[in-house]
DNA sequence: CGCAGCGGGTACGTTTCCGTACTGAAAAAG
DNA sequence: CTTTTTCAGTACGGAAACGTACCCGCTGCG
């Protein structure tokens, strides 16, 4: 089958499940972009430029108050899209996104997505289910914060992390994890040594490699996992 | 202007909100209804129903996990729906949903909600927006859970409920405060006991009166207000 | 009217995490 | 190679909230 513009090398989860007769309202539109770490996507209170497609990588979705308070409410990777407003109706951010954890993909312009958006029932669908598992993912964000404890809200962020990376290896400060979880540096730098010394994870200046995973998991007990089995329902098992 | 099912006596701001040409597809399908304390709209991992738009009285939207951890990420009332993920064309409930406070409204049958939705535009870009409103209070929730000391939330909490009712009288148990912010019902009575020395509320057995808003809202500082005012932002300013 | 049960007040030791801050080591910059 | 900066380790007092538990007083019911 021809396609003039081609899916081959497409690794986005979400790419990957246009359906093919929707494929050129997108993928004509996409734009190949790679972005280093801090890398800003979206600004809050701005119009939304893109929506990006990692295919490696992970943004994080950071919301602020008026007196600059923060905390991370969500990763995105390669499974899913930026931009959740605009699958919404919304052209503007409510939160802060960067590329926590460098990375490449593809962008699109926002007017072109809502465009397609608007074509397509079978691409509004699709990336309503991505937006409704951002959501889910935000719930449980929220429940951890409230009820876990740092030691198992560090886990659990590194799982996320870790399901949206090709290596084992976080390339991140303890004081970037401390603002993602919202604690203290000092406090990430106790919780790591905690895991190191049970031989969950090694670690180095600036990085933090995952050793013993289902030995994490034990750690984040049943705050890790919700999100990821119903993105899984939602969009399909692969 | 004759209307078959008159829109007379609806104060449900969403509902409020439909456009003339869009109402066929919603109003014909309510369906009057009141409801108690505790009466539960959605159950995790069931399908929905019903969307339920209340007039008088407040949802809680409870996220859940595997252990039985359980936070308010949201809640509903006179100005939005319940069943969100139907909007996300999600048929099944994430989260547990009941009445906190008793109260009345209107229901629609979830397919019929689904399917007035696909019919019409302007219905879904409405619903989705609701949605968005929804989300970003999420969001605000999983801020407050990480950042705000037990005072800050319990503040946010009262004032996003009192929004939400005609009385000031919020007949409510410590008990149940402290399940919806995720902490001891010790905790809850020490903290309204501050507010009630500050002259805030006065309390009763089962019942909470606000009297000095402006000082609780001082007292939430900028944990409360961002949904509410992207909640006009996105709905208009009604 | 008397009693049972729910809601609320209070207490106490303990855990968790904060604020702050100093230090040394590693990497980057010059 | 030296200087500067960034990152991590560690400490300490204190605040916040926890788990638990006991008691009392409304309130509703028999």
Chains 1, 2 share one sequence.
């Not at 539109?29 to 770490?37: F, Q, S, Y």
């Not at 990375?103 to 029932?121: E, N």
């Not at 990336?127 to 876990?148: D, V, Y």
């Not at 401390?178 to 670690?203: D, K, N, S």
Request: contains cysteine; neutral net charge; glycine residues 10%.
């Amino acid at each position: 089958m021809l396609e003039s513009h081609a899916r081959v090398g497409i690794r986005n989860r979400l790419l990957h499940k246009i359906a093919l007769e929707d494929w050129d309202l997108i993928g004509p539109h996409l734009e190949p972009i790679t972005m280093k770490e801090r890398q800003v996507l979206e600004v809050p209170a701005k119009p939304i430029t893109h929506a990006y497609f990692l295919e490696i990588g992970v943004a994080s979705v950071v919301a602020v108050d008026a007196e600059d308070h923060r905390i991370e409410v969500g990763v995105i990777g390669y499974e899913g899209v930026t931009g959740v407003p605009l699958i919404m109706g919304d052209s503007r951010a409510q939160h802060s996104t960067y590329m926590q954890i460098g990375g490449a993909g593809h962008r699109i312009a926002a007017d072109q997505l809502c465009g397609a958006i608007a074509r397509s029932d079978g691409l509004r669908l699709l990336f309503l289910k991505s937006a409704q598992g951002f959501m889910i993912q935000t719930a449980q964000t929220a429940l951890a914060n409230g009820r876990a404890k740092l030691e198992q809200r560090l886990a659990r962020w590194l799982l996320m992390a870790h399901d949206r990376m090709t290596s084992d290896a976080v390339p991140l400060t303890h004081e970037f994890l401390a603002v993602m979880l919202g604690v203290r540096r000092a406090g990430v730098t106790v919780a790591i040594h905690g895991f190191e010394r049970r031989g969950l994870v090694t670690t180095r200046r600036g990085e933090l490699t995952v050793v013993d995973r289902p030995g994490i998991e034990l750690v984040a007990g049943s705050f890790y996992g919700t999100p990821e089995s119903e993105l899984k329902r939602l969009l399909g098992s692969k």
